[in-house]
């Protein structure tokens, strides 16, 4: 009978491959770790994204389900805007009382785009002569809101 040689490995291939294995093992750990970052990072901005469209399509809802928040950002926005320096709520100064101009127009879609329009562009020749100066820097949708709070001002909703 024949006994095979026991394999003798020398001792500089013996650390070497000591050395081989801890490499091995590192790398592995990297590996693993670096998954395991890119899952969490993955899933941590999955649930960032929908709560924000939650938060977007809670934010719309609300508005949708009571003009009362357009009317209050509207209101801001005339506060923060020049528009006191020629209206008052009640009383003509250079330009008509904002009340004034409630009761004139009906509260309709229609309205709030025309008088944002004349908010952003401006102009003469509805209530005299002298002219609103235009605010060109203002979006649509401010200018809409601004309107939309000028026509609530006699109580009546958008119809
Ligand atoms: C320089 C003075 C001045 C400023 C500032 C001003 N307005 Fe006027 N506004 C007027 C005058 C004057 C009129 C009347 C224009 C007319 O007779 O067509 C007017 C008219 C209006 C009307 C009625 C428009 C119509 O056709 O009946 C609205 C609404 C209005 N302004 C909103 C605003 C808002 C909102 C702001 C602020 C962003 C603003 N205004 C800033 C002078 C001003």
């Known amino acids: 009978m024949i006994l095979p040689e026991p394999v003798r490995i020398p001792p500089s291939t013996k650390k ?3 050395f081989k294995t801890k490499k091995m093992n590192k790398i592995i750990y990297f590996l693993s770790v670096i998954v395991m970052i890119t899952l969490v ?3 941590g901005g999955k649930k960032e994204s929908s709560n924000t469209e939650e938060y977007v399509a809670n934010e719309s809802k609300a508005e949708a389900q009571s003009g009362v928040d357009v009317i209050a950002q509207g209101e801001a926005l005339v506060n923060g805007s020049d528009c006191k320096t020629c209206h008052h709520k009640t009383n003509k100064i250079i330009g008509p009382a904002h009340l004034e101009v ?11 785009k025309m008088l944002a329009d ?3 562009k401006g102009g003469s020749g509805v209530w005299g002569e002298v ?3 235009g ?3 203002l979006s649509v949708a401010d200018a809409e809101k601004m309107a939309k709070y000028v ?3 006699d ?4 119809h």
Request: hydrophobic letters at 35%; one cysteine or more.
């Open 131 to 133: 002219p609103m100066n």
């Open 155 to 158: 109580g009546e909703k958008e």
């Open 151 to 153: 026509l609530s001002l």
């Open 41 to 43: 990072a993955s899933c």
């Open 102 to 112: 409630a009761k004139k127009y009906d509260f309709t879609e229609a309205n709030v």
């Open 135 to 137: 605010h060109p820097d």
């Open 16 to 18: 070497y491959l000591a």
């Open 118 to 120: 004349k908010i952003i």
